[in-house]
T-cell receptor, first 121, second 111 residues
Framework: DTGVSQDPRHKITKRGQNVTFRCDPI?????LYWYRQTLGQGPEFLTY????????KSRLLSDRFSAERPKGSFSTLEIQRTEQGDSAMYLC???????????????????FGPGTRLTVT | LAKTTQPISMDSYEGQEVNITCSHN???????ITWYQQFPSQGPRFIIQ???TKVTNEVASLFIPADRKSSTLSLPRVSLSDTAVYYC????????????FGQGTTLQVKP
């Protein structure tokens, strides 16, 4: 399977604990995104990497959240001192480097992983 | 970023054609209309993208009138497996950043 993979698929943790999620993008994709999705809502953008550089962070990403992408390959999202409001599906997506002028599709197509469902009790 | 508005939910029956309309009154000249589909417990999946007139692929058709203030995603002869949430997004040409999802349209296909 050459799609985006995420680990773990499910995580149950107690309030106050730290959790870390991993995302492995499609190998030739240089852009990687993290989103959060709660029940009944569309995904909300959290942060975005191009290679190893973190280019944008949402204000939703409080100081308890940190994301890394060492060496521009896999990425990790860590949540420290989890709160019940952090319960959500955390989605990772990747997309390739933009091609020439005719390469419109890669502007808009992000490939999503299956997500990690976090439950904070 | 252009705001998109679409119905919260729609029902259909197997074999019918389904049309989901999205409003984007303040769409910018360089915005492209993009649709994603999301099945339960999965990440969203790109369906189709267009600028104006009609675009068709193996999954759907997208109709965008000349004023581009709305667009319609057309799913021909839906089956139960088309039950999903469909999101309409307006994205700047050459977008390299985040996708802004609304609430989407939950399509329920009944037998």
């Amino acid at each position: 399977d050459t799609g985006v993979s995420q680990d773990p698929r499910h995580k149950i943790t107690k309030r106050g604990q730290n959790v870390t999620f991993r995302c492995d993008p499609i190998s030739e994709h240089n852009r990687l995104y993290w989103y959060r999705q709660t029940l009944g809502q569309g995904p909300e953008f959290l942060t975005y990497f191009q290679n190893e550089a973190q280019l944008e962070k949402s204000r939703l990403l409080s100081d308890r959240f940190s994301a890394e992408r060492p060496k521009g390959s896999f990425s990790t999202l860590e949540i420290q001192r989890t709160e019940q409001g952090d319960s959500a599906m955390y989605l990772c997506a990747s997309s390739p480097k933009l091609g020439g002028q005719g390469d419109l599709r890669s502007s808009y197509e992000q490939y999503f992983g299956p997500g990690t469902r976090l439950t904070v009790t | 970023l252009a705001k998109t508005t679409q119905p919260i939910s729609m029902d259909s029956y197997e074999g019918q054609e389904v049309n989901i309309t999205c409003s984007h009154n303040n769409i910018a000249t360089n915005d492209y209309i993009t649709w994603y589909q999301q099945f339960p417990s999965q990440g969203p999946r790109f369906i189709i993208q267009g600028y104006k007139t009609k675009v068709t692929n193996e999954v759907a058709s997208l109709f965008i009138p000349a004023d581009r203030k709305s667009s319609t995603l057309s799913l021909p002869r839906v089956s139960l497996s088309d039950t999903a949430v469909y999101y309409c997004l307006a994205l700047l040409r050459g977008n390299t950043g985040k996708l802004i999802f609304g609430q989407g349209t939950t399509l329920q296909v009944k037998p």
